[in-house]
């Protein structure tokens, strides 16, 4: 989480694995780095700043929730998104990455 609120994607990147599936659950899942950086590299390069604030977080196992405030400063304005995170690690990588979010508020502080 650090290295995306940093906008460091290459060193987010290697904390996942080569099988992952980045599932965006409004949008379509993705699988591989190269596939989760397609998705996210170009929306990260419009943010001039980003903050995740974490409100709750659980694990157990391999398995990390968390609940989020995420904030995107895109244009000289915030963006924020509620966020619930969910994801598996096996062998100190990612594997799985899904975040479960209002898509419909998202693209109404786009516009």
Excluded at 89 to 98: A, E, K, Q, T
Aim: proline share 3%; aromatic share 12%; net charge negative.
């Amino acid at each position: 989480m650090a290295s995306i609120e940093a906008r460091d994607l290459d060193y987010a990147l290697a904390y996942v694995d080569d099988d992952v599936v980045y599932d965006n659950v409004p949008m379509k899942a993705v699988h591989g780095p190269d596939a989760v950086r397609a998705t996210l590299g170009p929306f990260l390069d419009r943010c001039s700043q980003i903050e995740w604030i974490v409100h709750r977080e659980a694990a157990m196992g391999g398995v990390v929730f968390n609940e989020r405030l995420d904030r995107f400063l895109i244009d000289g304005r915030w963006i924020e998104v509620a966020v619930t995170g969910v994801w598996e690690v096996h062998d100190g990588v990612i594997s799985l990455w899904r975040d479960y979010f209002d898509l419909a508020a998202f693209q109404r502080q786009m516009s």
